[in-house]
């Protein structure tokens, strides 16, 4: 397995983060370190999307960071350039894919349906975003598609939370999940830190009380 996705499985919940102004990049970050998940995946959803995952990739160079929401791949060159070691998408965009596959980027596409699973097979990936994961049936769902493509791993995303987190995670084939609630718009805006190192400390422990180590 690529050594990136070594360490996603490894840290387990993936911090999915939306900043409005990069002035909150560092500190964000080091409270997700503080609080055990020395990661994030910067949503390319903002314009500060950008020069976030720089300052975090320069001041943090322990954490993994990655970029959300990929679109295209003018996005991937300007996520790969600030710094950004993985990119996830929504949906899967074939010219997306082959781009990052042909050049070496680690991309996790967004799949919902065994069609998708193909296509992302079909491109050399063996570990997908399950996406909208909840609204898309959830971990019934995603075990219903891992039945007939053995090798695939799933990253659910969309709806994880604090209480349903622990039985995606207790499944064996999630890698690891995406979940935004412990870096809440909110919590940022209020520059409530402390609440987010707490918040962090309380998902890095469910993965460790969820994979038994």
């Known amino acids: 397995m690529n050594q990136t996705l070594e360490k996603l499985q490894q840290i387990g919940i993936i911090p999915v983060v939306v900043l409005e102004d990069a002035k909150d990049a560092a500190p964000l970050a080091q409270a997700l370190c503080d609080g055990g998940l020395a990661c994030a995946e910067v949503t390319f959803r903002t314009a500060a999307a ?3 995952i720089r300052i975090m990739s320069e001041q943090f160079p322990d954490m993994l960071i990655g ?3 990929v679109l295209t791949t003018e996005q991937v060159d300007r996520a790969v350039a600030a710094g950004a070691k993985f990119i996830v998408s929504p949906g899967l965009n074939p010219k997306v894919v082959k781009y990052c596959t042909e050049n070496g980027i680690l991309i996790t596409p967004g799949c919902s349906n065994p ?9 050399g990936l063996d570990v997908v975003k399950f996406f ?3 609204p898309s049936g959830g971990l019934n769902m995603i075990k219903a598609l891992a039945a ?9 995303t969309g709806g994880i ?4 987190v622990r039985d995606y995670l207790a499944y064996g084939r999630i890698l690891a999940c995406g979940g935004s609630w412990m870096v809440k718009n909110d919590l940022i ?3 409530d830190y402390a609440r987010i190192t707490a918040l962090a400390k ?7 009380e969820s994979r038994g180590k």
């Open 67 to 69: 970029a959300g929401t």
């Open 161 to 164: 939370n604090a209480t349903n």
């Open 115 to 123: 069609s998708d699973i193909e296509l992302a097979l079909d491109n």
């Open 50 to 52: 950008e020069e976030s």
């Open 132 to 134: 909208p994961a909840e």
């Open 148 to 156: 007939p493509y053995t090798s695939v791993k799933f990253i659910p």
């Open 189 to 191: 805006k209020a520059g």
């Open 202 to 208: 309380e998902a890095a422990e469910i993965v460790k």
